[in-house]
């Protein structure tokens, strides 16, 4: 039996949704927010590469970022923002480091994301020039940190 459309979340001229465990998404791709190893432009829900299943939450914003056996990020890298420690653009999803596995909520912005815990913590990745990963710095981050003073 189908379950039908789980999550739905608006990006950067993209959109992405989790539909039946696996995250799909459709837009311009103009730096691989579609994930599917392109950039071309998709006009309906494209599968995201690897994320045929077992989808628990994503997030559209600059680029994109999916939650499956961990956190996974795709599409435009500025500032380093999908996580994964460099500074290419990812067409595929690539994992995020650093990311704890009990993961169950994610969120990205324009360059950067972040992450709730199971265990209550919250982890951010990405660009920092505003300090907007909570570390106390204003640098940026490659891999998945936890935010520094919440309760």
Known sequence: M????????????HTCA???GAALCWGRNVAGQVGDGT???????TVVA???????ALSAG???????????????????????GSDATSL???????????ALDIRVGRDFACARTASGAAYCWGDNAQGQ????????????AP?????
Do not use: H, K, Q
């Open 133 to 144: 990963l909570g570390d106390g710095s204003t640098a940026s981050r490659g891999s998945a």
């Open 50 to 56: 690897g994320m045929e299943s077992g989808v628990v």
């Open 92 to 102: 595929l999803p690539a994992p995020v480091i650093g990311l704890p596995p009990d």
């Open 39 to 45: 950039m071309t432009r998709r006009l309906l829900p």
């Open 18 to 20: 989790i539909r039946d």
């Open 2 to 13: 189908s379950a039908g459309v789980e999550e739905v979340s608006a990006g950067l001229l």
């Open 147 to 151: 935010i520094l003073g919440l309760p």
């Open 62 to 84: 600059g680029a994109s970022c999916a939650l499956r056996s961990g956190g996974w990020c795709w599409g435009p890298n500025i500032f380093r923002g999908p996580g994964e």
